[in-house]
Structures are given as C-alpha cells and as structure tokens.
C-alpha cells in the first residue's frame, strides 16, 4: 500500500467572505516542492471570483487519467520492443448530472496522438496497447466516468 499527499492553499486576506464574492484562487502544494496555482472553473464560479489562469478541479481530474493512461502505455509499448518518440492527448471531459441526478464528471475523452520510432504499430496493436494501460491505470480504476480512448 503507498499513501500521497498534497496540501491545498486558501487564504481570505482582506477579501469579504459572506457576500460569496471571495476569490476562488488557492493553491496546491506537492512532496517534491511544487506549488500549482488553482481555483474553480469558471463555468462553475464566475471571473473574478474564479482564475481562469489556474488548473481547476475537473481539468486536474482529466489530466491525472490522461498522464496514468499514458504513463501504463509508454511501459506497455516498452515490453512490446516499440520506441514511442511522442505521446501527446488533448484529452476532455464531460461535467453533467449522472444517474443520481448530481453534477459528475461523466465522460473522459482520451485522444492519444503517438509518434514511433520506427513505422506504425498495426491499428490492433495500438488498440490492444490503449486497453491493457487502461485496465492497469489506478485512476481509472477509482473513478465511475466512462473513459474513452479515441
């Protein structure tokens, strides 16, 4: 079993706080020493209550399956003799009410672009590669979203 950490960040300062027009901004604090500016999505709360400048919740979730997903299939093509050169996904997510009627983050779309080394894999390949890292990615594994990989 391994345990993580993070520490999230917020300060009132002068700001009022029971009109409900405080800043959202905040920040989170990892092991390694990095600080990443955050706040909510302005979908959710308005600018300038919330910085569109800074990674929100739903972008961080979205983020944290993609980087699992593709952290698995990096070792996967790895075992498999394939060199990846490139892997970006411009992945994205779904807020809407799930079944309970509650706002969830009900849809993931992954759309890996990979670049090899040498020629392309087969389509089956690549195909069979998305499916074993998504059945060993731990992220995905705890959450309900529908997760798909175009």
Not at 123 to 148: M, P
Request: proline share 5%; with cysteine; net charge negative.
């Amino acid at each position: 079993m391994s345990e993580y950490y993070a520490t999230v960040k917020w300060e009132r300062g002068e700001q009022g706080f029971l009109d409900r027009k405080y800043s959202r901004a905040h920040e989170w604090h990892f092991d390694g020493g990095v600080v990443v500016p955050a706040s909510s999505s302005p979908h959710i709360v308005p600018v300038p209550m919330s910085s569109e400048a800074n990674v929100d919740p739903e972008e961080a979730f979205i983020a944290s399956l993609s980087s699992c997903h593709m952290l698995f299939f990096l070792d996967y093509a790895a075992r498999a003799g394939l060199t990846v050169n490139t892997y970006i996904d411009q992945a994205s997510g779904t807020l809407a009410k799930n079944a309970d009627g509650k706002l969830a983050m009900t849809e993931v779309i992954l759309k890996p672009k990979i670049v090899f080394e040498d020629q392309q894999p087969s389509k089956d390949k690549v195909a069979n590669l998305h499916e074993q890292s998504h059945h060993a990615c731990f992220i995905a594994n705890s959450v309900h979203t529908q997760i798909k990989i175009m």
